[in-house]
C-alpha cells in the first residue's frame, strides 16, 4: 500500500533494530583529472550560504542539546536503592536492567535548573519507574511530580542542580510554512547513553487537528504544527527549536507511511494555555478544563447562510448532554458563534475556548436561533477526567520495596495520631527489608537519616545524596522509633 496507514504516538515501547547494508559502488576515476573545478560568482555565493546554515545548525546541537535528555520508563517496579542513586547508574546498567521489563522511551526538556523536565504524559502514563539519561550520558532517576492527560503533558524531577534549561518562543508566536524546525531527541531510544539525535526540516502546516487519535487517546490533539522533520517513535515530549534556538513547539505524533520509520510529525505550539499548564505541573496543581456538555461540527456554509451568520463563524450544535449546563438552555441545531466575545470559527477550536474558560465562571454564549442571534449566560461545570492526573497529593515514590506519599489532609494513623507532615507508607512488599522490621501500611515516615521529610522530592533528593546505610526511617506514632538500614 502506498498510502498513510496510521498516526501514532511518539512513546515507543521495546523494540529491536537491525541492520540494512547496501552495497556502495566504488568511486569511479575521473574523466579528466586536471579538469577545473567551477567557481562562478554564484556557485561561490550558494556555498557561503550554505555554509553559514550548516555552521548554525552545528552551533545549535551544540549549545541546545545540554537542555535535552533521553526518557526511559519502566512498566516493571524496580525500586532498589541503587537505581535511584545517580552514583550507581550509567547508560550501560541502566540498558540491562530495562531489557529484563517492559519499558517506553521518549524525549524530555529541561525547563528549570533545579532538575524539572517537560515530557509526554504518554511516554510515562503507565510507568512504574522512570530515569532519564542527559546528552552527556548521565543517568537520574526522576519522579513524575504533574501530569495533564488531556493535554498528554508531564513534568518530572531528577536529583540535580545547575541544569541548562531551554528558552521558550513567546506565547503565540507566530509561525510560518516553510519556516526552518529542528528536532532534538531519542528517536526508537538510540540516545539512551547520551548524544541527542538532530533532525532538520520545516513548518509544512498549522492548526492541524488529529481527531481520530484524539478520541482513541482520550486527548485533545488540535492546533498542531505539521513539521518535515525526520522524528520517530522516541521523539515524543521532545523540543520543536527555531533557528535562533527557542522552543516552538513539543513534538508529540507521527504519521508513520508501511514499513518507514520517519513520517509526518506533529508538535504542540507554545501557546499560553500550554504555558500555564505546564506551571501548574511544575506546582502539582491539577490542570482543569470546563465543560459544557454538547456535541457540536462545523456547518457547511449554506447552514451558515440558512442561520444568517458569516461564512466563517459558528458551530452547530449536535446533542446536548443529560445533567450538563448546556441542558434547557441551548437546543440542538443552534449556532454557536461566540462564547466571551470570542468568534468561534470551527469545532476544534470551540473545543479549546470552552476547555480554557474557568470553573463556575459565568460564560457568555451568543446563539443564532431561528435567524435571530441571543445572548446565553452558562456556568460552565469542570470536566471530569478519563484519567486520574498526578498532583502534588498524589505523588508517588518507591524505594525498597515500600509505596510512599503524602500525608492526606486530617490523616489519622492506626495509632490514632493526627500527623500532617512527612510521608504515608501506601505499600509495603512482603519481601521489603524494612517490612521485616516492623513498618506497615499506614505508617508516617517523619525522617530519614534524621533528616526530615515532607514530600517524595525531598525523599528522592535524600535517596540520591546519602550513603545506604545512613538512611535510617524514623516513623511518627511508634514513640520515636527508628528502623534500621535498609542495607544488610
Known sequence: MGRCLAVALLGVGMMSLSCNRTALP????SAAPDAAIATDSSDSADASQLGGLESRFETLATRLAPSVVAVSA??????????????????????????????????????????????????????????VTADDGKVYPALVVGTDPRSDLAVLKIPARNLKPVTFAPADTTLSRGQWAIALGNPYGLAASGNQAMAVGIISAL??????????ENRLYSGLIQTT??????????P??????????????????????NGIGFAMPITRQFLSAVEDLKSGREVVYSYLGVSVTTPTSRQRRSAGVEDDQGVKVESIDRDSPAQGLIKEEDLLVKVND????????????????GVDQPAKLTVQRGGESRTISCTLQRRVPTAAAITRDSRRMRWEGLLVGPVPANWSGKSGEKADKGLVVLAVHSRSKFASQGVHEGDVITAVAGKAVADVMELQKLVNDLPAEQKNLTLAGHKGAVMASSRD
Open 229 to 238: 522533520c525526520p522524528i520517530n517513535p522516541g521523539n515524543s515530549g521532545g
Open 342 to 357: 470570542e468568534a468561534v470559527h470551527d469545532a476544534e477550536q470551540f473545543v479549546r475556548i470552552v476547555g480554557r474558560i
Open 26 to 29: 566504488a568511486r569511479q576515476a
Open 240 to 261: 520543536l527549536f527555531d533557528l535562533y534556538g527557542r522552543v516552538i513547539g513539543i513534538n508529540t505524533a507521527v504519521i508513520l507511511p508501511e514499513k518507514k520509520t
Open 207 to 216: 492548526d492541524r487537528a488529529l481527531p481520530k487519535l484524539s478520541k482513541k
Open 74 to 131: 519502566s512498566t516493571q517496579v524496580l525500586d532498589s536503592d541503587d537505581l535511584l542513586r545517580c552514583e550507581d547508574l550509567n547508560p550501560e546498567k541502566l540498558e540491562a536492567m530495562l531489557d529484563r521489563t517492559t519499558r517506553m522511551v521518549g524525549t524530555g526538556l529541561i525547563i528549570d535548573p533545579d532538575g524539572y523536565i517537560l515530557t509526554n504524559e504518554h511516554v510515562i502514563g503507565e510507568a512504574e519507574n522512570v530515569w
